[in-house]
Protein backbone atom coordinates (compact mmCIF):
# COMPACT_ATOMS: atom_id res chain seq x y z
CA UNK A 1 0.00 0.00 0.00
CA UNK A 2 1.66 3.06 -1.26
CA UNK A 3 -0.84 5.10 0.98
CA UNK A 4 1.09 7.70 3.36
CA UNK A 5 -1.80 8.69 5.26
CA UNK A 6 -5.67 7.14 5.13
CA UNK A 7 -8.62 8.03 3.13
CA UNK A 8 -10.31 9.44 6.59
CA UNK A 9 -7.50 11.78 6.77
CA UNK A 10 -7.84 12.79 3.04
CA UNK A 11 -11.63 13.77 4.09
CA UNK A 12 -10.93 15.29 7.53
CA UNK A 13 -12.03 18.99 7.01
CA UNK A 14 -9.55 21.95 8.25
CA UNK A 15 -9.89 22.85 12.42
CA UNK A 16 -10.79 26.03 13.14
CA UNK A 17 -10.07 27.70 16.08
CA UNK A 18 -10.56 31.10 17.38
CA UNK A 19 -7.55 32.96 19.46
CA UNK A 20 -7.86 33.38 22.98
CA UNK A 21 -6.77 36.03 25.44
CA UNK A 22 -4.54 34.01 27.31
CA UNK A 23 -0.48 34.52 27.12
CA UNK A 24 1.58 32.41 25.06
CA UNK A 25 5.27 31.09 24.58
CA UNK A 26 5.52 29.80 21.33
CA UNK A 27 7.51 31.81 19.00
CA UNK A 28 7.52 31.92 15.19
CA UNK A 29 11.10 30.57 15.23
CA UNK A 30 9.21 27.28 16.92
CA UNK A 31 6.90 27.10 14.05
CA UNK A 32 9.44 27.55 11.23
CA UNK A 33 11.72 25.10 12.87
CA UNK A 34 9.01 22.48 13.27
CA UNK A 35 8.31 22.98 9.40
CA UNK A 36 11.83 22.55 8.54
CA UNK A 37 12.91 19.77 11.10
CA UNK A 38 10.05 17.41 9.87
CA UNK A 39 9.12 18.98 5.95
CA UNK A 40 6.84 16.14 6.38
CA UNK A 41 5.27 16.47 9.50
CA UNK A 42 1.46 17.12 7.71
CA UNK A 43 1.13 13.57 6.28
CA UNK A 44 2.21 12.47 10.32
CA UNK A 45 -1.16 12.57 12.92
CA UNK A 46 1.21 13.21 15.93
CA UNK A 47 3.20 15.69 13.99
CA UNK A 48 -0.25 17.44 12.88
CA UNK A 49 -1.40 17.54 16.53
CA UNK A 50 1.94 19.24 17.90
CA UNK A 51 2.10 21.81 14.65
CA UNK A 52 -1.47 22.66 15.61
CA UNK A 53 -1.02 22.86 19.32
CA UNK A 54 1.92 25.52 18.63
CA UNK A 55 -0.09 27.50 15.66
CA UNK A 56 -2.91 27.88 18.17
CA UNK A 57 -0.22 29.22 21.22
CA UNK A 58 1.28 31.53 18.47
CA UNK A 59 -2.34 33.08 17.50
CA UNK A 60 -2.47 33.88 21.14
CA UNK A 61 0.64 36.03 21.06
CA UNK A 62 -0.01 39.59 21.48
CA UNK A 63 0.06 41.68 18.66
CA UNK A 64 -0.02 38.34 15.97
CA UNK A 65 -0.18 39.72 12.87
CA UNK A 66 -3.17 37.93 11.03
CA UNK A 67 -1.82 37.79 7.78
CA UNK A 68 1.70 35.54 8.93
CA UNK A 69 2.24 32.98 6.10
CA UNK A 70 2.35 30.63 9.36
CA UNK A 71 -1.42 30.52 9.22
CA UNK A 72 -1.79 30.16 5.82
CA UNK A 73 0.34 27.14 5.87
CA UNK A 74 -1.88 26.19 8.98
CA UNK A 75 -4.64 26.25 7.00
CA UNK A 76 -3.72 24.31 3.63
CA UNK A 77 -1.05 22.11 4.18
CA UNK A 78 -1.70 20.83 7.92
CA UNK A 79 -5.49 21.76 8.33
CA UNK A 80 -5.61 23.70 10.96
CA UNK A 81 -7.60 26.86 10.50
CA UNK A 82 -7.43 30.18 13.15
CA UNK A 83 -10.06 32.52 12.81
CA UNK A 84 -9.55 36.01 13.98
CA UNK A 85 -11.91 38.34 14.98
CA UNK A 86 -13.37 40.82 12.15
CA UNK A 87 -11.28 43.90 13.94
CA UNK A 88 -12.69 46.99 13.52
CA UNK A 89 -11.89 50.51 12.03
CA UNK A 90 -11.33 53.39 13.51
CA UNK A 91 -14.48 54.92 12.64
CA UNK A 92 -16.36 51.42 14.72
CA UNK A 93 -17.79 50.24 11.48
CA UNK A 94 -16.29 46.90 10.12
CA UNK A 95 -14.17 46.72 6.97
CA UNK A 96 -16.54 46.29 3.70
CA UNK A 97 -16.24 43.32 1.54
CA UNK A 98 -13.83 44.87 -1.24
CA UNK A 99 -11.66 45.68 1.30
CA UNK A 100 -11.56 42.33 2.75
CA UNK A 101 -10.63 41.08 -0.58
CA UNK A 102 -7.94 43.25 -1.30
CA UNK A 103 -6.32 41.60 1.79
CA UNK A 104 -3.47 39.71 0.13
CA UNK A 105 -0.61 37.27 1.80
CA UNK A 106 2.72 38.14 -0.32
CA UNK A 107 4.60 34.46 -0.13
CA UNK A 108 8.14 34.88 -1.44
CA UNK A 109 9.42 32.83 -3.79
CA UNK A 110 12.43 31.52 -2.52
CA UNK A 111 10.24 30.32 0.69
CA UNK A 112 8.03 28.44 -1.31
CA UNK A 113 10.41 26.96 -3.56
CA UNK A 114 12.41 25.62 -0.27
CA UNK A 115 9.35 24.77 0.99
CA UNK A 116 8.67 22.43 -1.98
CA UNK A 117 11.93 21.09 -2.10
CA UNK A 118 11.86 19.93 1.39
CA UNK A 119 7.79 18.49 0.62
CA UNK A 120 9.76 16.22 -2.28
CA UNK A 121 12.64 15.28 -0.15
CA UNK A 122 10.11 14.19 2.59
CA UNK A 123 8.81 11.91 -0.02
CA UNK A 124 12.27 10.38 -0.71
CA UNK A 125 13.18 12.22 -3.70
CA UNK A 126 17.26 12.79 -3.84
CA UNK A 127 18.56 16.10 -2.47
CA UNK A 128 19.55 16.96 -6.27
CA UNK A 129 16.20 15.86 -7.89
CA UNK A 130 14.27 17.74 -5.41
CA UNK A 131 16.29 20.68 -6.34
CA UNK A 132 15.57 20.30 -9.48
CA UNK A 133 12.00 19.81 -9.42
CA UNK A 134 11.51 22.60 -6.76
CA UNK A 135 13.38 25.02 -9.43
CA UNK A 136 10.72 24.01 -12.77
CA UNK A 137 7.75 24.34 -10.21
CA UNK A 138 8.90 27.87 -8.77
CA UNK A 139 10.17 29.36 -12.30
CA UNK A 140 6.46 28.43 -13.73
CA UNK A 141 5.43 30.92 -10.72
CA UNK A 142 7.96 33.69 -11.51
CA UNK A 143 6.93 33.67 -15.37
CA UNK A 144 3.24 34.15 -13.82
CA UNK A 145 1.79 30.63 -14.81
CA UNK A 146 0.07 29.74 -11.74
CA UNK A 147 -1.79 27.11 -13.24
CA UNK A 148 2.18 24.86 -13.29
CA UNK A 149 3.68 26.15 -10.20
CA UNK A 150 3.34 25.94 -6.40
CA UNK A 151 -0.39 25.58 -6.83
CA UNK A 152 0.62 21.94 -8.47
CA UNK A 153 3.02 20.42 -5.85
CA UNK A 154 -0.60 18.59 -4.11
CA UNK A 155 -2.92 17.44 -6.52
CA UNK A 156 -0.43 16.89 -9.15
CA UNK A 157 2.95 15.59 -7.78
CA UNK A 158 2.46 14.71 -4.00
CA UNK A 159 -1.06 13.11 -4.92
CA UNK A 160 0.10 11.24 -7.35
CA UNK A 161 2.76 9.56 -5.51
CA UNK A 162 0.66 8.85 -2.52
CA UNK A 163 -1.33 6.60 -5.40
CA UNK A 164 1.47 5.22 -6.95
CA UNK A 165 1.06 6.37 -10.25
CA UNK A 166 4.64 8.51 -10.38
CA UNK A 167 7.44 7.53 -8.36
CA UNK A 168 9.83 9.95 -6.16
CA UNK A 169 13.26 8.37 -7.16
CA UNK A 170 13.11 6.24 -10.41
CA UNK A 171 16.15 5.97 -12.52
CA UNK A 172 16.64 6.96 -16.06
CA UNK A 173 17.51 4.80 -18.32
CA UNK A 174 19.02 5.05 -21.59
CA UNK A 175 17.62 2.57 -24.26
CA UNK A 176 19.36 3.47 -27.38
CA UNK A 177 21.64 6.59 -28.64
CA UNK A 178 23.33 7.78 -31.56
CA UNK A 179 25.44 11.24 -31.55
CA UNK A 180 22.36 13.48 -32.34
CA UNK A 181 19.32 11.33 -30.91
CA UNK A 182 18.55 9.14 -27.97
CA UNK A 183 15.76 7.08 -26.48
CA UNK A 184 15.18 7.34 -23.22
CA UNK A 185 12.95 5.68 -20.66
CA UNK A 186 11.84 7.47 -17.00
CA UNK A 187 10.62 4.58 -15.17
CA UNK A 188 7.32 6.42 -14.26
CA UNK A 189 9.38 8.87 -11.99
CA UNK A 190 9.03 12.42 -11.62
CA UNK A 191 9.18 14.61 -14.90
CA UNK A 192 9.95 16.82 -13.18
CA UNK A 193 14.01 15.87 -13.18
CA UNK A 194 13.14 13.25 -15.94
CA UNK A 195 12.70 16.88 -18.15
CA UNK A 196 15.99 18.66 -17.46
CA UNK A 197 18.27 15.60 -17.55
CA UNK A 198 16.87 14.41 -21.18
CA UNK A 199 16.89 18.10 -22.21
CA UNK A 200 20.67 18.74 -21.36
CA UNK A 201 21.30 15.18 -22.99
CA UNK A 202 19.70 17.00 -26.24
CA UNK A 203 22.11 20.46 -25.80
CA UNK A 204 25.52 18.63 -25.34
CA UNK A 205 24.68 16.39 -28.20
CA UNK A 206 23.32 19.82 -30.38
CA UNK A 207 26.70 21.55 -29.20
CA UNK A 208 29.19 18.54 -30.20
CA UNK A 209 27.31 17.52 -33.30
CA UNK A 210 24.99 20.38 -34.71
CA UNK A 211 21.61 19.22 -33.26
CA UNK A 212 20.26 17.04 -30.54
CA UNK A 213 16.95 15.18 -30.14
CA UNK A 214 16.04 13.12 -27.01
CA UNK A 215 12.54 11.39 -26.98
CA UNK A 216 11.29 10.25 -23.26
CA UNK A 217 9.63 7.11 -22.98
CA UNK A 218 7.36 6.37 -19.35
CA UNK A 219 7.73 10.06 -18.14
CA UNK A 220 5.01 11.72 -15.80
CA UNK A 221 3.87 15.94 -15.95
CA UNK A 222 7.00 17.60 -16.42
CA UNK A 223 5.84 21.14 -15.54
CA UNK A 224 5.95 24.12 -18.02
CA UNK A 225 7.51 23.15 -21.53
CA UNK A 226 9.11 27.01 -21.95
CA UNK A 227 11.21 26.00 -18.86
CA UNK A 228 13.23 23.06 -21.12
CA UNK A 229 13.26 25.64 -24.20
CA UNK A 230 14.86 28.25 -21.61
CA UNK A 231 17.06 25.58 -21.09
CA UNK A 232 18.54 25.33 -25.06
CA UNK A 233 18.56 29.25 -25.12
CA UNK A 234 20.40 29.91 -21.85
CA UNK A 235 22.97 27.62 -23.90
CA UNK A 236 22.90 29.17 -27.30
CA UNK A 237 21.02 26.86 -28.86
CA UNK A 238 17.58 26.68 -30.04
CA UNK A 239 14.88 24.94 -27.89
CA UNK A 240 12.31 22.97 -28.75
CA UNK A 241 9.76 20.90 -26.28
CA UNK A 242 6.82 19.29 -26.27
CA UNK A 243 4.86 16.57 -24.45
CA UNK A 244 1.81 13.87 -25.05
CA UNK A 245 -1.51 15.11 -22.57
CA UNK A 246 -5.00 13.49 -21.90
CA UNK A 247 -7.57 14.55 -24.18
CA UNK A 248 -9.21 17.52 -22.97
CA UNK A 249 -10.21 19.82 -26.34
CA UNK A 250 -12.81 18.98 -29.27
CA UNK A 251 -11.06 19.89 -32.81
CA UNK A 252 -12.77 22.21 -34.89
CA UNK A 253 -16.52 21.53 -35.10
CA UNK A 254 -16.10 18.73 -32.69
CA UNK A 255 -17.44 17.44 -29.57
CA UNK A 256 -15.56 14.60 -28.32
CA UNK A 257 -12.20 15.90 -26.72
CA UNK A 258 -9.05 14.83 -28.60
CA UNK A 259 -6.74 17.39 -28.34
CA UNK A 260 -4.18 17.74 -25.18
CA UNK A 261 -3.16 20.90 -23.94
Aim: with cysteine.
Amino acid sequence: NNQRHSNNDARRPPKTFMPTNGASRTSRKELLDLIGNNPGGHLDESSRFKFETKLRAYANTPNVDPSDVLFAIGSSVYGTNISFPVQEQTNGSKPSDEEEKETNIIIDFDYMKAFMKDVFLSYGVKPVHAETCSEVLIEADRRGIDSHGFGRLKPIYCDRMDQGILWPDKPIDVIKQTDTTALVDGNLGLGLYIGPHCMQMAIDKAKKHGVGFVVVQNSTHYGIAGYYATMATDAGCIGLSGTNARPSIAPTFGVEPMLGE
